[in-house]
């Protein structure tokens, strides 16, 4: 397609389309000709995933650029920002996007590498061998990222608190997600069609994310009041951990 039809796609002027360009945002189009520039699918969707990260993140170009270059940046980021990024990436590149490396994450982290190798063996993430050495997707960088900045604000040894006590969030994910997989296929199969459930799930996963971290705070602080006032928490039998031991 031509810039034209580009524009009219995505409802973004060229002249921001070129910033983008210019940026590295978006993949440069093809170009049978030096005059002619043909642009793809994955233009338009790259595009979009730009816009909805300013738009629903509050993200500017430069953090975006940062957080694609594994960067990170100083200033919170919603989770669901993450999975725009990844895909933002893989347009951009044209394959699962360039990981980002444990090492780069040591200065501002020291632990990075040690509490990767700890996620990564309760299955919480994945750690990419490369040439180079170890990397982590965008979104597995970020869980560092925080466990990282957790730690700085003293969830660390001293109080029993390290990276295995998060394979708890792994039952805790997997029992979220398979009612929410479920219910949804339950409401919508033959009801509508792929992509108008493709949409819905585009834009309420990240509505759910706030809400289900909205109804977690409010869980929290009933439980730390019940715990103090000696009540037993209420907790499904199969989501209990065992309590952690000092040796």
Request: proline share 5%.
């Given at each position: 397609m031509k810039m034209r039809e580009l524009e009219d796609r995505t409802g973004v002027h060229r002249e921001t389309i070129r910033v983008l360009l210019r940026e590295g945002l978006i993949p440069e189009p093809a170009r049978p000709r030096k005059t002619v520039a043909d642009y793809g699918e994955e233009h338009v969707q790259a595009i979009l995933a730009v816009r909805r990260?300013?738009?629903?993140?509050?993200?500017t170009l430069a953090q975006i650029k940062a957080l694609i270059s594994g960067e990170g940046t100083d200033g919170r980021v919603e989770a669901s920002a993450f999975d725009q990024l990844e895909q933002l990436v893989a347009h951009r590149v044209g394959v699962d996007g360039p990981p980002v490396m444990i090492a780069s994450l040591l200065d501002r982290?020291?632990?990075a590498a040690e509490d990767a190798r700890t996620l990564a063996r309760i299955g919480i993430l994945d750690i990419i061998k490369t040439e180079q050495g170890d990397a982590l997707s965008i979104t597995c960088a970020q869980l560092i990222r925080i466990w990282g900045d957790m730690r700085k604000a003293g969830f660390d040894q001293r109080l029993d608190y390290t990276p295995e006590i998060l394979g708890f969030y792994t039952k805790a994910a997997d029992f979220v997600g398979r009612w929410e997989a479920s219910t949804f296929m339950e409401r919508v199969e033959g009801h509508i069609d792929v992509d108008e459930a493709a949409t819905m799930v585009e834009h309420a996963l990240p509505l759910m994310l706030d809400f289900f971290g909205l109804l977690r705070q409010r869980a929290f602080f009933h439980?730390?009041?019940?715990?103090?006032?000696?009540?037993?928490?209420?907790?499904p039998n199969d989501m209990i951990m065992p309590p952690t031991t000092r040796p």
């Amino acid at each position: 397609m031509k810039m034209r039809e580009l524009e009219d796609r995505t409802g973004v002027h060229r002249e921001t389309i070129r910033v983008l360009l210019r940026e590295g945002l978006i993949p440069e189009p093809a170009r049978p000709r030096k005059t002619v520039a043909d642009y793809g699918e994955e233009h338009v969707q790259a595009i979009l995933a730009v816009r909805r990260l300013q738009r629903e993140n509050r993200l500017t170009l430069a953090q975006i650029k940062a957080l694609i270059s594994g960067e990170g940046t100083d200033g919170r980021v919603e989770a669901s920002a993450f999975d725009q990024l990844e895909q933002l990436v893989a347009h951009r590149v044209g394959v699962d996007g360039p990981p980002v490396m444990i090492a780069s994450l040591l200065d501002r982290y020291p632990h990075a590498a040690e509490d990767a190798r700890t996620l990564a063996r309760i299955g919480i993430l994945d750690i990419i061998k490369t040439e180079q050495g170890d990397a982590l997707s965008i979104t597995c960088a970020q869980l560092i990222r925080i466990w990282g900045d957790m730690r700085k604000a003293g969830f660390d040894q001293r109080l029993d608190y390290t990276p295995e006590i998060l394979g708890f969030y792994t039952k805790a994910a997997d029992f979220v997600g398979r009612w929410e997989a479920s219910t949804f296929m339950e409401r919508v199969e033959g009801h509508i069609d792929v992509d108008e459930a493709a949409t819905m799930v585009e834009h309420a996963l990240p509505l759910m994310l706030d809400f289900f971290g909205l109804l977690r705070q409010r869980a929290f602080f009933h439980h730390v009041d019940a715990i103090r006032a000696g009540a037993e928490a209420d907790i499904p039998n199969d989501m209990i951990m065992p309590p952690t031991t000092r040796p």
